[in-house]
Nanobody
Framework: QVQLVESGGGLVQAGGSLRLSCAAS????????MGWFRQAPGKEREFVAA????????YYADSVKGRFTISRDNAENTVYLQMNRLKPEDTAVYYC???????????????????WGQGTQVTVSS
């Protein structure tokens, strides 16, 4: 089992940047594929980015491709989401998630993830 704690959210102007962090407990972090999702008020939770166990593969939603970068540090049990050129439509609660996976595997569906953090609010003002 793994516990996830997100941090780094906040209020930023359009065009600005934020870096979200997700710290995982336990000694088996490197056995989990990781992902970031977000949920805006009145909307369903949506996929943002995913990264494989080793970090060698990444995948992004079209809406964030070229602006967001997911990365992980298995020695620090942490996954990151660097968000650049933020837009008002990026405003949401951002969640990290962990999925029991295999080498090279990525997951884009929320139902494939086994563990979730509590979320961190990102607000982008226009």
């Amino acid at each position: 089992q793994v516990q996830l704690v997100e941090s780094g959210g906040g209020l930023v102007q359009a065009g600005g940047s934020l870096r979200l962090s997700c710290a995982a407990s336990g000694r088996t972090f490197s056995t989990y594929a990781m992902g970031w999702f977000r949920q805006a008020p009145g909307k369903e939770r949506e996929f943002v980015a995913a990264i494989s166990l080793s970090g060698g593969r990444t995948y992004y939603a079209d809406s964030v491709k070229g602006r967001f970068t997911i990365s992980r540090d298995n020695a620090e049990n942490t996954v990151y989401l660097q968000m650049n050129r933020l837009k008002p439509e990026d405003t949401a609660v951002y969640y990290c998630a962990a999925a029991v996976g295999y080498s090279g595997t990525l997951y884009t569906r929320a139902r494939d993830y086994n563990y979730w953090g509590q979320g961190t609010q990102v607000t982008v003002s226009s």
